[in-house]
């Protein structure tokens, strides 16, 4: 027993004495489980952009440490980042697909002295639940807001929403309305749909018989967007002319193989396509397919965490791999560069990612596999979010 | 005097088939009534439909003068009937101890406490004492279920019923597969069963049957056939005809 | 003879309150900077021991059971971030009586069938909670989780704090009160009745006693238990999710409970700590092969240990001592 | 009424493809009184080696299926005979625990080789147009599904309750040592519903991949569901299975149409109240 304990604590300070060159940053995300894809992009992204830039900073190296919450799972987040925390001595508190992982996590941060980045989670609140919280992803307010009104300037003027009974679904369903009313048009009707819908057909009916032109949609990735996608056009929704509006999660690229055919034409609005060109895209593309294995596999929470791993570097650039969080949020308040999806930038106030949101349609590629083409775009979006619940 | 027990034209049919027919019996304080009839002929079923296992299609059934055809089987138990069962069901990871107790709380309507243990109440342990030592269990007192002789736990049924503390018993063939040995254990404690119980007996040992009852009630394809002294149930024709001449004949033989 | 059994037992169950003490006391020191993920164990542990009372006493299969914690996770959570109640006992009071009334309210429902249906059943009533917790998001937060739970210090001296130590210690002791409780309840006179149902309810029938009455009795006991451990998870988690009250959750309740073997308050413990201490070990050795593992996990156990780690062990123990 | 009509197509098409999945589970849970929480991951088995035939080995739909059903089954009989054949007649929670397992390793494995994203099976031509029925359309794959449902009821009616291999079924599921007294093999008797079952399921995982598409956690998002279909119709029964599709085909249907957001609500206290009222399910075997 004794034994036992000397080698603990020798373990500890040995710890402690490689944490003088080395600034270890505690990734929490989906890495097992049915979202385990969305927690290998966060990998790939990471891997990418850590491949591009090295693993120096000055004197210091960066190591990343990852935790898998394979579910939204808020006592585990908790559990996790505070071991990370403590036991491991992370600096930096990344990663966070779920919105209440981020949650759970963020009341640790000022008491440790960590910053968090957050790659994905997309409830605007949680920003304001941490001063330390900063977020290269997006919101559901801020990929949805443009959707209204392309689907305004396309004449559409009655519009039914439909979205999955959960938190996202809610906030994508507030979004539309808010922007969509704005603009004049109507809500002729809202529908929320359990998360666990399999036949989409009566849904479909549901919209015939409300008499909208158009039908906004949000559901979670995976098997869902396939049943609604298939459904759109077996009972005949395209062919009546009901114009289909969604956000980007809809035709993720990774669905699309899947998606096949059906999804041809749809288009939808989001901060990120894998076909954006710019040099600053092929060259992530190539790096993060390479991190990935299946480039049929890469989505847009890569880039998400391909951007937070640059908001770290340069957090780490300014504190000189010390520990100071506050000085290490607010170097990068107001930072903006470069990103695969486009010019982006931190916002100084709110902490999160204003950034370009694209009008895309799903299109073939000459080499025959489908992508998410651009049309047009919507600059420097904020989170109206934000504003929204005050 | 007034019956403790009552059934009224019971009727019970399975599918088509008329396993009881109209039967009634009553039962008087003191009673030694054996239940005899050949294989199939509806005994066990028309125990089951007394105690409330079963429900009957029609008829009634009175404890003490009062219906309870209505209620359950845990009902009918309070009430003071209580059965032992033909093949054991006892708890085979509880000890004899812990059967008699169970049953002394249950009777006295302590078995929703939650906490304490029967251990700490001295009324429990000197009946839990008496019951034993009456049917000479008290070796295994401590020994679970499982691991002791077969005799003995269809001793434990008897001692189980009793700490029911009964005003009807009904014995499920009290003795059947019992050792040779240990029956005369088992017919001593039915021999000291208290006076004022009523005792309905199911046994197919006809032996056991003359020694222990009084009255002799011989059910046949769902009807009581028969209903008298044991001394008149050999000469009985129909009972002859029905089931007791082969047997009556083979004791001769012997 | 007597006296010798009942000295045995109250021995067993201080041997069983210095194992607890023991395993928390080497736990703090094995991992003193995973206290949340030990704190997280204790929680589970409680909803182990609160479906070992069903399933291990009473013989009900159940996959709902996650229900009564996440009632009482929600109930505590809900009490300090809408109505102020931040004193974390207060908070486990909430959470206890919220789980008991979810436990009357399962048990009423459960246990109107057996078998594969009264699986359904508890499934069945696991999804309705869950789709409550999510309807009701105005209170609950819906699936962004109860956030804004902040409990004040422990009997106004001990802060819960990043290290978690405080929240550890509430744990642990909430966990001894609950095992010397069960322990109370196990040899009592109900605890005995409900042995009695679990082997031959016909049989208890016939005795008198009613078996529905009794398992909804204790169906609310457990309830309090599993809402002992979800007021603990929304203390020391600060935020409820709606994983809480999942039918993964309750699955993986059952998983562990059986790991370490049914019908015994040590079996419940064992399987809690050694399930996620597997958990946490292969899911950061490979996530990716982490669920393939549990199922050959399972079905190990089914095949060798068919009676749980724990009911192996000690049965092949006093097999041992009996032929020594 | 026209919406009324609508939903009952709907409802119909919805049930007949919960029953082609469900129906092989109420075969070993009524007949083999087995908990199979594995029979979602056999079905799934069939979607991935349907998807793989058509997709990479360029085979037709039809081949694709009898393949999918005979792969799935030749999987199937090495678990049976190893692990399956232990739990015969174990108690539920032990059933439960061991096809829980297996459930989980399936997924797992499935992940590994096919990958997280979902896989599909492109329709032949026949199954992909719409047939109009007047007052609204509805898709060919749907009718198609509808059709398989019909003819494996009347298929497995006849299998069980005509055929000498029924009747050798039935008896050895009401008293196995009986039947086997007078001369049933019961072993391979098991072994063939077994592979009957499965073979259903695969089917199952073919035909309704267009409503539940084939992907690794299938096996676990909709275990549930086909639970309780099984038990709400009652296990074993053919019927009751073809009754209690349709019942919470059209309840489900009923609710998302008209009251989307109860949907779930809905649909769950339903499956209470059906099996509070009828505990061993609506057309149950006496157990």
Known sequence: MKRLVLAVLAAAAFQGAALADTVKIGVIGPFSGPFALQGKNFKAGIDAYMAMHGTA??????????????????????????????????????????????????????????????????????????????????TIWQTVTPTAQVAFEDGTRKIITVVSDYAPGHDAEKAFQAGFEKAGGTIVEQLRLPMATNDFSPIM????????????????????????????????????????????????????????????????????????????NTAFVA?????????????????????????????????????????????????????????????AESRHITQNIYLREVSKAEDGSYINKELRTFEKQGDPGLAAAK | MSPILEARNLQKAFGGLKVIDDVSLRLEPGDRVALIGPNGAGKTTFVNLVTGNLRSDSGDVLIGGASVTHSGPAERAHRGLVRSFQVTRLFQDMTAEEHLALAILERDGKTHRLAGSYRAMPQVMREIGILLSTLGLGTVAHRKVREIAYGQQRLLEIALALALRPKVLLLDEPAAGVPQSDTGRIEAALADLPADLAVLMIEHDMDLVFRFARRVVVLAAGAIIFDGPPQAVTRDQRVREAYLGSYANVRRAH | MRAGQSTRRVSTDLVGIAVILAAAGIGFLLFPDNLALLTRIIALALLVLSLDLVTGYCGIATLGHAALYGAGSYAAGVAAAHFAISDPLL???????????????????????????????????????????????????????????????????????????????????????????LRILARSPFGMLCRGIKEDPLRIRSMGASPYRALAKMYVISGAVAGAGGALNAISTQVVGLDSLSFTLSAEALVMLVLGGTGSLYGALTGTVLFMLFADFVSAASPFHWLTMVGALLVAIVLFAPKGLYGSISDYLARRRGTA | MQSALSVAVDALAYGMVLFVISIGLSVTMGLMRVVNLAHGAFAMIGGYIASYATQMLGIGYAAAILLAVFGTIAIAIPIERLLYRRIY????????????????????????????????????????GALDLGFRSIATHRIFAILCGLAVAA????????????????????????????????????????????????????????????????????????????????????????????????????GRYWLPEFGEFFFYLSVIVIICLFPRGLLGRRA
Not at chain 1, 222 to 235: H, I, Q, R, S
Request: charged share 15%; with cysteine.
């Open chain 1, 57 to 138: 900073i000055g004197d210091d190296t960066v190591e990343i440490i990852y935790r898998d919450v394979p579910k939204a799972d808020p006592a585990q987040s908790k559990a996790l980042a505070q071991e990370l925390v403590v036991k491991e001595g992370v600096q930096y508190l990344a990663g966070f697909y779920f919105t209440p992982d981020a949650m759970a996590a963020a009341p640790l941060l000022e008491q440790a002295n960590v910053p968090m980045v957050i790659m994905n989670a997309a409830t605007s609140a949680i920003v304001t639940k941490s001063p330390l919280v900063v977020r290269t992803s997006f």
């Open chain 1, 205 to 280: 009916q549901r919209i015939k018989d409300s008499g909208a032109e158009g039908l906004f949609v949000f559901l979670p990735s995976g098997p869902p967007t396939l049943g609604f996608v298939k459904a759109y056009n077996e009972n005949g929704l395209n062919k009546a002319g009901i114009k289909f509006y969604a956000p980007g999660d809809l035709t993720q690229e990774s669905d699309l193989p899947a998606l096949g055919d059906a999804a041809l034409g749809l288009r939808t609005t989001f901060h990120y396509s894998i076909a954006h060109d710019s040099s600053e």
């Open chain 1, 287 to 347: 790096a993060a397919r390479k991190a990935i294995g299946n480039p049929a596999e890469l989505s847009f929470p890569s880039v998400g965490a391909f951007d937070g791993m640059h908001v770290i570097y340069k957090m780490i650039e300014a504190t000189g791999g010390e520990a100071d969080a506050q000085k290490a949020v607010d170097a990068v308040k107001g930072l903006s560069w470069a990103s695969p999806r486009g010019p982006v930038s931190i916002d």
């Open chain 3, 91 to 181: 908070m486990t009071l909430a959470g206890i009586t919220a789980g008991a009334a979810a436990g009357l309210v399962c048990g009423l429902v459960i246990l109107r069938a057996t078998g594969l249906p009264q699986l359904v059943l508890s499934i069945a009533t696991v999804y309705l909670f869950h789709e409550l917790a999510n309807k009701l998001s105005s209170w609950t937060g819906g699936s962004d989780g109860l956030s804004g739970i902040s409990p004040s210090p422990l009997l106004g001296l001990f802060a819960f704090d990043l290290w978690g130590r405080t929240a550890f210690g509430f744990g642990v002791a909430l966990l001894l009160v609950v095992f010397v409780l």
């Open chain 4, 89 to 128: 007649g174990a108690p539920e929670l032990t059933q439960v625990l061991m096809t829980i397992g297996i459930t989980f390793m399936i997924i797992g494995i499935a992940n590994y080789v096919f990958g997280p994203t979902l896989k599909t099976i492109p329709l032949p031509g026949e199954l992909r």
């Open chain 4, 155 to 254: 298929l497995l009616w006849f299998l069980i309750e005509k055929t000498a291999f029924g009747i050798k079924l039935r008896a050895s599921v009401d008293n196995a040592s009986m039947a086997a007294a007078l001369g049933v093999r019961t072993e391979i008797i098991y072994a063939a519903s077994f592979a009957v079952a499965v073979g259903l399921a695969a089917l199952g995982g073919v035909v309704g991949a267009e409503l539940l598409p084939v992907e690794p956690y299938y096996a676990l998002r909709y275990m549930v569901t086909f639970l309780v279909v099984v038990s709400v119709g009652g296990a074993g029964s053919i019927p009751g299975a073809l009754v209690a599709c349709l019942l919470l085909g059209s309840i489900d249907t009923a």
